[in-house]
């Protein structure tokens, strides 16, 4: 380093001291002018519109795949059956918040309004599973077990209830034996029917 350049650097440190001291004496002398929290007992108001960590009101959530589809960075995940009402059921929704950038596609698409920025920021870990949010605390096999069960009951009643109706209406089907039956008693009650089944008299000789 030649002379030239250290006194430069010299000049370069006061300057930047001397700024700085400029400002630090500015707000020692108008404390109103703090532009500091005493974090974390003093906290930011949180302005409208502020996407933080998601949330995810699984009630009303329907499995579309519409978020998970959408999301840049893939940090949504969720997994689901068809249920015996044939509505999708949800075994299992995580967002992984370390990943999510909080660009608020996600929000965007969602056709039922489920899915919604919070205003939470704070999430400190030194373990980065901690930072999926499972939504479901449940096991999403046991889940799955429990869909899968229901559904085959559903199946099962549905074949009862078939089977049973195509035996009411093969009773409502009279048998052959019974339909002439009732043929004769329909002819033997119509004088019409009668009339025409009875012979014809031989006409009267004129003497
Ligand atoms: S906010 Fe963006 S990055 Fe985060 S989960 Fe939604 S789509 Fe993905
Ligand atoms: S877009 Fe909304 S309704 Fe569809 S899976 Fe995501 S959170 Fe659920």
């Known amino acids: 380093m030649g002379l030239k350049a250290y006194l430069n650097d010299i000049v370069e440190a006061v300057v930047t001291t001397a700024k700085g001291m400029r400002i630090t004496a500015r707000y020692g002398v108008n404390p109103k002018e703090e532009v500091t929290l005493q ?9 409208q519109g502020y996407r933080g960590f998601l949330h995810n009101d699984i009630k009303t959530c329907t499995a579309c795949n519409m978020c998970v589809k959408v999301c ?6 969720l997994e689901s059956v068809r249920g015996a009402d044939k509505k999708m059921v ?7 918040i370390g990943r999510c950038m909080y660009c608020g596609l996600c929000v965007e698409v ?19 599973g901690e ?11 046991e889940i799955k077990a429990r869909v899968a069960r229901q ?15 195509e035996a009411s209406k093969a009773a409502e089907v009279p048998k052959p034996a019974d339909l002439s039956a009732e043929a004769a008693k329909a002819g033997g009650d119509d004088p019409k ?3 025409a089944e009875a012979p014809k008299a031989a006409p009267e000789k004129k003497e």
Request: hydrophobic share 45%; aromatic share 8%; with cysteine.
């Open 131 to 141: 930072m999926i949010l499972h939504f479901i605390a449940e096991d999403a096999a």
């Open 193 to 195: 029917a009668a009339k």
């Open 72 to 77: 840049p960075v893939d940090c949504i995940s």
């Open 39 to 47: 974090y974390p007992e003093e906290r930011w108001e949180i302005p």
């Open 110 to 128: 969602c056709p039922v309004n489920s899915l919604k920025h919070t205003s939470g920021y704070e999430m400190a870990s030194a373990d980065r």
């Open 151 to 165: 559904v085959a009951e559903a199946a099962a009643k549905a074949a009862e209830a078939a089977k049973a109706a």
């Open 90 to 96: 949800l075994c299992s929704y995580d967002i992984n």
